[in-house]
């Protein structure tokens, strides 16, 4: 498939910054909720709507993989959380700009061969606008946060607004991905009797 690794993407326009550590914020006290992104939910309902039952993990280099729906989610989140640092740093993206950015974002391809690159990966054709305004919106960002100063005055202003329900991991500011975690690394005063994505053991190469 031809997506690129998200965290990749990130990286490669955001620096690592040493801002706050991972952040968990429980929001499990809403059924159904995957996340939650400055007050807006993102619900088990539309994961489900984006990866089919059988979905295999996603590839991500190097022989690791993404569980289907943490990537679907990490893709969901940063749709939110890339059009809150424009904002922060007072310049908010229109929908002007994301449509002049389109042909560059399709990469040479046409929408209908997007479409069938995210079904061969497993996942549903209808996460395809959503890949394709991860994509305009990261071009935006590129364009418009240029210097060190802009990116992390904006990233501090929005650190603190992303929860992930214990189920999926936690949201790590610093390179805006959603990074898997065990039940050791859950605060005290949060318990979790399911089993966390950083509990599954991977199986080892041969």
């Keep these: 498939?031809?997506?690129?690794?998200?965290?990749?993407?990130?990286?490669?326009?955001?620096?690592?910054?040493?801002?706050?550590?991972?952040?968990?914020?429980?929001?499990?006290?809403?059924?159904?909720?995957?996340?939650?992104?400055?007050?807006?939910?993102?619900?088990?309902?539309?994961?489900?709507?984006?990866?089919?039952?059988?979905?295999?993990?996603?590839?991500?280099?190097?022989?690791?993989?993404?569980?289907?729906?943490?990537?679907?989610?990490?893709?969901?989140?940063?749709?939110?959380?890339?059009?809150?640092?424009?904002?922060?740093?007072?310049?908010?993206?229109?929908?002007?700009?994301?449509?002049?950015?389109?042909?560059?974002?399709?990469?040479?391809?046409?929408?209908?061969?997007?479409?069938q690159q995210i079904v061969a990966s497993g996942l549903s054709d209808r996460f395809e606008p959503v890949v394709l305004r991860n994509r305009q919106l990261l071009a935006v960002l590129r364009s418009k946060l240029t210097t060190d100063k802009q990116i992390n005055d904006a990233l501090a202003k929005v650190k603190d607004k992303v929860s992930i329900s214990p189920r999926y991991g936690s949201w790590d500011p610093t390179s805006l991905s959603v990074t898997n975690l065990g039940k050791k690394q859950l605060p005290s005063v949060l318990s979790f009797d399911q089993t966390l994505p950083g509990d599954v053991k991977q199986p080892t190469q041969q």
């Design 1 to 115: 498939m031809k997506i690129r690794s998200p965290r990749a993407r990130s990286l490669a326009v955001l620096p690592v910054l040493a801002l706050s550590c991972l952040s968990l914020v429980a929001c499990d006290s809403k059924a159904g909720t995957a996340a939650v992104v400055d007050g807006h939910r993102i619900t088990e309902k539309e994961l489900s709507r984006y990866v089919p039952g059988n979905a295999q993990p996603i590839p991500a280099g190097q022989g690791a993989s993404t569980p289907a729906k943490n990537f679907v989610l990490q893709f969901l989140v940063r749709n939110e959380v890339f059009p809150m640092l424009l904002a922060a740093a007072g310049s908010p993206v229109t929908e002007a700009q994301l449509e002049a950015t389109k042909a560059a974002a399709l990469e040479g391809t046409t929408e209908r061969e997007l479409t």
